[in-house]
T-cell receptor, first 110, second 114 residues
Framework: QQQVKQSPQSLIVQKGGIPIINCAYENTAFDYFPWYQQFPGKGPALLIAIRPDVSEKKEGRFTISFNKSAKQFSLHIMDSQPGDSATYFCAASRGGNLIFGKGTKLSVKP | GAGVSQTPSNKVTEKGKYVELRCDPI?????LYWYRQSLGQGPEFLIYFQGTGAADDSGLPNDRFFAVRPEGSVSTLKIQRTERGDSAVYLCASSRDRGRNEQFFGPGTRLTVL
């Protein structure tokens, strides 16, 4: 049973567009929801994270929206740039190891 | 400051051989995690250390996999009798402690079993 479901699998947007990546989770005990960015051949890099007591968090061009009742959260990238082209992973945890989604490959066209 | 480092960056071995993968966490981080990432998938948890002890090894796929962290800093993931299905990128992450969830990943070791 997949505990964190991520969609879409891939996404193509034009420069300046706002890609949105969605995740849904099963376990209501999860209390930490990070997003990671991964470039080919590199390890995942922490982008932004949220806890379930807030509905939205912004850091620079990245925003997490969190819906506790629906058990869903999403990543929005404002004014996307070709340099944002990477694979993005959502994850969830309950104070320990992270459980990751399967990833979304984002391509931002110039 | 230095991030998490892992060595080697690439390891090619033959089926049945023994391999060791090393992780150097961020200085002062007491929590250390190993994950495995197969092609096109998200990382999957293997084992977690708090200090020197393995606090959670529920993600290890079988008894061919073992990890140690004898002095509470560097960790080594050991795989015996490697199989082709073990081929993946092995990632190490560290955090200040278990209660602070921010985990910082190393670049990974790409293991190829021929």
């Amino acid at each position: 049973q997949q505990q964190v479901k991520q969609s879409p699998q891939s996404l193509i947007v034009q420069k300046g567009g706002i890609p949105i990546i969605n995740c849904a989770y099963e376990n209501t005990a999860f209390d930490y929801f990070p997003w990671y960015q991964q470039f080919p051949g590199k390890g995942p890099a922490l982008l932004i994270a949220i806890r379930p007591d807030v509905s939205e968090k912004k850091e620079g061009r990245f925003t997490i929206s969190f819906n506790k009742s629906a058990k869903q959260f999403s990543l929005h990238i404002m004014d996307s740039q070709p340099g944002d082209s990477a694979t993005y992973f959502c994850a969830a945890s309950r104070g320990g190891n992270l459980i990751f989604g399967k990833g979304t490959k984002l391509s931002v066209k110039p | 400051g230095a991030g998490v480092s892992q060595t080697p960056s690439n390891k090619v071995t033959e089926k049945g051989k023994y391999v060791e993968l090393r992780c150097d966490p961020i200085s002062g981080h007491t929590a250390l995690y190993w994950y495995r990432q197969s092609l096109g998938q998200g990382p999957e948890f293997l084992i977690y250390f708090q200090g020197t002890g393995a606090a959670d090894d529920s993600g290890l796929p079988n008894d061919r996999f073992f990890a140690v962290r004898p002095e509470g800093s560097v960790s080594t993931l050991k795989i015996q009798r490697t199989e082709r299905g073990d081929s993946a990128v092995y990632l190490c992450a560290s955090s200040r402690d278990r209660g602070r969830n921010e985990q910082f990943f190393g670049p990974g070791t790409r293991l190829t079993v021929l």
